[in-house]
């Protein structure tokens, strides 16, 4: 399996709301924040060609919002979805599946852009099935007031309308060499996907645990509706990834792709961090218990 880091775009957000009850004494050790208390976050999608199948998961906020609405995320750098893919040696035909993770407008967004009218909508991946959970379409159709601002028609509709949009209903194997968790503490029916790479696991983190200063417990976004059941969904999957020797793909974190993980005095932290590039280096056998 081939597995390529792909950037949909940089971007930037409060501090304080990626870290939620964390305060900003304690979070700025790990991440430098501006003065106007941003810090910078990437939408870091992951492409796995299998051999049989070109896989993209999330696909980053693509550009069919307003200037306005742009103004408030502070894109920056010239890295863009469509570029980076062929950074990979990939176009967009090529992609098969499209996993996404959930459907907040930062993950699904690049799916659909608008044709040349600028009012039609067109799949960016015209060859692609696209899947989401039913509990995260249900969610994104009929939102709650927390999650209200996160979903928006036209990254929505246009995959329902292709008759291309496929919903996953429980954890299980996607394909061969993938297999899907359901985490429901960010928002509900978040996709986690994991990929087998010589018997070890590398997990696409998605929103579930952002960047690697979201590893320790408390450091749980105020985006999260379910803080606790964040904490405690974490909880079991830290205390699995250092028994399993998993390697943790982060989505968001601008400074660090992967990351593998040990116990500390203080709980569960980050190990050795690598760019996804010299996991041939890290890859080795399961260690014995």
Not at 71 to 98: A, M, N, P, Q, W
Request: glycine residues 6%; hydrophobic residues 40%; proline residues 5%.
């Amino acid at each position: 399996m081939k597995l390529f880091p792909v950037i949909a775009e940089n971007f930037k957000m409060d501090g304080g709301a990626c870290f939620g009850v964390v305060p900003k004494a304690i979070w700025q050790k790990y991440v430098e924040a501006d003065d106007s208390n941003l810090i910078p976050l990437a939408s870091r999608c992951l492409l796995a060609d299998t051999g049989e199948r070109v896989i993209l998961v999330d696909v980053g906020m693509g550009d069919k919002q307003s200037e306005k609405f742009f103004s408030h995320y502070h894109i920056f750098g010239d890295k863009r979805l469509e570029e980076s893919l062929r950074d990979c040696g990939y176009s967009t035909e090529d992609i098969t599946d499209v996993i996404l993770t959930h459907l907040h407008f930062d993950h699904v967004g690049g799916a659909v852009k608008w044709a040349s009218d600028g009012k039609t909508p067109e799949l960016v991946f015209p060859n692609a099935t696209y899947y989401c959970t039913k509990l995260q379409w249900d969610t994104a159709v009929d939102p709650n007031p927390r999650e209200k601002a996160s979903y928006f028609e036209e990254n929505l509709m246009p995959l329902y309308d292709s008759g291309r949009l496929e919903f996953i209903h429980e954890a299980g194997e996607f394909c061969r060499g993938v297999d899907l968790e359901i985490k429901n503490g960010h928002t509900l029916g978040q996709l986690i996907p994991l990929f087998d790479i010589g018997g070890r696991k590398l997990v696409f983190m998605a929103d579930f645990i952002a960047s690697v200063a979201n590893i320790p417990l408390a450091y749980v976004p105020s985006f999260d509706i379910d803080p606790v059941l964040s904490m405690e969904e974490k909880d079991e999957f830290l205390k699995r990834a250092v028994r399993e020797d998993y390697i943790l793909f982060f989505e968001h974190d601008y400074d660090n792709e992967c990351c593998t993980v040990k116990n500390t005095p203080k709980g569960v932290r980050e190990n050795e961090i690598f760019a996804l590039a010299g996991l041939k280096n890290i890859i080795r056998t399961k260690p014995e218990p």
